[in-house]
């Protein structure tokens, strides 16, 4: 479990970020979302133990990151926006070697360095040197480093930046098993139907300061998030199908919106019934509600 108490960090002058307090419970994943500059890296990096508080705390499984820095940070798993390695060493080497700082040496090392390369879908590549990764499979060795311990707390920051559509279902994929698996996540992202895809609450972080959290069934709710889909051989029993998912109205003759439900589960839907999908695309949700609350600055 994640806890944020109060956290202020100025740089000189400059507030980064001030009073920020929120929580990710084990088994969450929390969003962070913000403009560029809002406060997201430096909240995630004063959790991580990266950069020291101006004042408040992180608590990490109930170990402050202030007065017990080592083993609070070794509690977190942490991926972040520009992963920074020693690029002369062999992917496998470099696990093995930060296999050491968690008094972990010799076979079982090697073994556990293999396995998490696995994990991450770079086998193949455990003898690349790290200068020769691209920026995805950089990410996806940061993950696998941030694996190690095999913590019980991950901190994302924009992981999801530069990555292909395979790189972003993977990272994805790996939150929502994650959260299955009792994990506590802190997701940032710019992408911000990511977020609403993964997270079950939502910080909302302006000019360095919390200024919302809610449950994303509330942001749905009050976004009124809809999926408006057109149908190429619709019938009098579309509607019908539709409506079992959520609440349903004809647009037009092939159009409709259903509200409840999510793209996937749409097409699905209605693929399944025999209909030919032609366009599906999410309305309201996440981003809408972001931009009303801070009145649209930066849409």
Known sequence: MIELKDLTKYYGRARGIEHVTFSVNNGEVVGLVGLNGAGKTTTIKV????????SGDAIIDGISIVSDKVEASRRVGW???LPNFEDDFRAKDYLVYLAGYYNITGRQADELAERLLAEVGLSGAEGRRLREYSQGMRKRFALAASMISDPDNYLFDEVLNGLDPQGIAFFRKFALDSRQGGKAILFSSHILSEVQNVANRVVFIHRGRAIAVKAMDEIMAE???AVKVVVANPDDKVLDVLSQLGKARAMGRDSFEVSGASPDQVTSQLVARGYKVMQVTQVGGLEEYFFSLIGGEGS
Not at 47 to 54: K, N
């Open 223 to 225: 976004a009124r998030a």
């Open 47 to 54: 959790t991580a133990g990266v950069l020291r508080p101006t």
């Open 79 to 81: 991926v972040p926006e």
